[in-house]
Nanobody, 125 residues
Framework: QVQLVESGGGLVQAGGSLRLSCAASGRTFSSSAMGWFRQAPGKEREFAAALDWSGSSTYYADSVKGRFTISRDNAKNTVYLQMTTLKPEDTAVYYC??????????????????WGQGTQVTVSS
């Protein structure tokens, strides 16, 4: 099993930056693919970014490509989401997720077995 705890959310002005962290516990973190999803009020949870078990392959939603960077440190059991040039439309609860099955990237919520509790990101205009 993998347990996930996000941190680093907060209030930031448009154009600013934030770095989210997701601390994982469990023996299988280093072999799990990891993803970040987000959910704005009244909307469905959507994919933002993902990387494979090694961190060598990444994938981004078009809406965040070029502004967000996902990375991992397997020695620290942590995955990060560096967010730059933030926009008001980035306001959402951000969730970290782990895909233990095969360590490959996925943009589909249903393919992630474990989820964190979420961290709020609010971008003011």
């Amino acid at each position: 099993q993998v347990q996930l705890v996000e941190s680093g959310g907060g209030l930031v002005q448009a154009g600013g930056s934030l770095r989210l962290s997701c601390a994982a516990s469990g023996r299988t973190f280093s072999s799990s693919a990891m993803g970040w999803f987000r959910q704005a009020p009244g909307k469905e949870r959507e994919f933002a970014a993902a990387l494979d078990w090694s961190g060598s392959s990444t994938y981004y939603a078009d809406s965040v490509k070029g502004r967000f960077t996902i990375s991992r440190d397997n020695a620290k059991n942590t995955v990060y989401l560096q967010m730059t040039t933030l926009k008001p439309e980035d306001t959402a609860v951000y969730y970290c997720a782990a895909r233990e099955a095969d360590g490959r990237i996925s943009k589909f919520r249903s393919e992630y077995e474990y989820w964190g509790q979420g961290t709020q990101v609010t971008v003011s205009s």
